[in-house]
């Protein structure tokens, strides 16, 4: 942590994060500020890609790697915060325009988010400590490179992971808030908003593999919520590259729509802000000596800047959905965030 606190302090690229469920922290140090571009998925180190892929991932070289384990010096405590009301309008306005895009069939689902800004003078060691006490399920990175900004994030949502053929993905999506003691109870909507996401992905990633199994769905949590998710696993036919698979993952049904590029024109048009590396994806390339590729959709994440640190959520849009519970769980969403703050 005083690595991470210096190297911020001069400017120096660094990403240290945390696997789902594992104990042990990574660290990856560039010694210089140069900005590298991933070209074509072969080159080895750690990627941080924006939702406009095309507007260039950015890959960090590492020239030290640090391996530890969390001792933390806060402890992470459930508290209540305070969501505010603003931007709501503007939301209702966004879910209900897309409701409508559903309606005439230009659509079959689409994800809408919003940008909300909370201050702070918390130091990023301790926004990072908090990240790690609070959510040992998901994967919990910081990511700074002086040229592309300051982040962090606590996803439940794996992109893909590949290992010498072997594939896995999952399915990610609907949404309720976590009860203590009580089970999630799935309705009509959440199901089938679940199901479209598994035959999809079922349907873009068959011609390139040679085997492939959806599992079931099943509830799991993700902090202060649950999400119904489907394990994907296959083998890679011998002609399939990894740049190949995460073109047809990224961006997955879960943070973009169906079908993916009407979706995604819906959402660049009418969002009304950008999304950034929000909904991008990030992660190992190639990075350690099994070469494997491991990466994570940029969910439930924000960006610090100064004293400010925007948050970003969204939901996934369907026939069934009602605008005002839409917005309520976003508003469950960025307490993921500002829990953290
Ligand atoms: C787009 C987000 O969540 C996605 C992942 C899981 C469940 C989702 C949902 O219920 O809508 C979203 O698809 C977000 O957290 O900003």
Not at 71 to 96: C, I, N, R
Request: net charge negative; with cysteine.
């Amino acid at each position: 942590m005083e690595k991470v606190g210096l190297c911020f302090q001069k400017g120096l690229p660094f990403c240290i994060y945390r696997k789902p469920k594992e104990e042990q922290i990574t660290a990856v140090f560039q010694a210089d500020d140069r900005l590298h571009p991933v070209v074509d998925f072969t080159e080895s180190g750690f990627v941080f890609a924006p939702f406009r892929l095309e507007d260039g991932a950015v890959l960090l070289k590492p020239d030290q790697i640090y391996l530890c384990k969390h001792t933390s010096s806060v402890h992470a405590k459930a508290e209540e915060v305070l969501v505010t009301e603003a931007g709501k309008q503007a939301h209702l306005d966004l879910v209900q325009k897309g409701i409508q895009e559903i309606a005439v069939g230009r659509l079959g689902k689409v994800v809408l988010s919003r940008k909300l800004e909370k201050e702070t003078e918390k130091p990023i060691t301790e926004i990072f400590d908090k990240l790690l006490q609070s959510y040992p399920n998901a994967f919990c990175y910081l990511f700074f490179h002086p040229k592309v900004g300051t982040w962090c994030g606590a996803t439940p949502e794996t992109l893909v992971q590949i290992q010498n053929k072997t594939m896995r993905t999952m399915s990610l999506a609907a949404t309720l808030p976590f009860v203590q003691g009580e089970t999630p109870n799935w309705g009509q909507k959440e199901l089938e908003e679940q199901q479209m996401v598994s035959d999809y992905i079922k349907e873009r990633l068959t011609p390139s593999m040679e085997t492939l199994d959806v599992a079931a769905a099943k509830s799991v949590r993700a902090g202060n919520l649950w999400h119904l998710r489907s394990e994907i696993k296959g083998v890679l036919s011998q002609e399939s590259s990894v740049k190949e698979i995460i073109s047809l993952l990224h961006p997955t049904p879960a943070v973009c729509g169906i079908p993916t590029q009407a979706a995604r024109t819906f959402i660049l048009e009418n969002e009304g802000y950008q999304r950034t590396y929000y909904t991008g994806f990030l992660g190992e390339l190639n990075l350690n000596a099994k070469a494997e590729v491991s990466l994570f959709v940029n969910l439930r994440c924000m960006e610090l800047q100064g004293s400010t640190a925007s948050i970003f959520v969204g939901g996934g849009i369907t026939q069934a959905s009602d605008p005002e519970r839409e917005w309520i769980e976003t508003q469950n969403k960025s307490r993921t965030m500002l829990n953290i703050l």
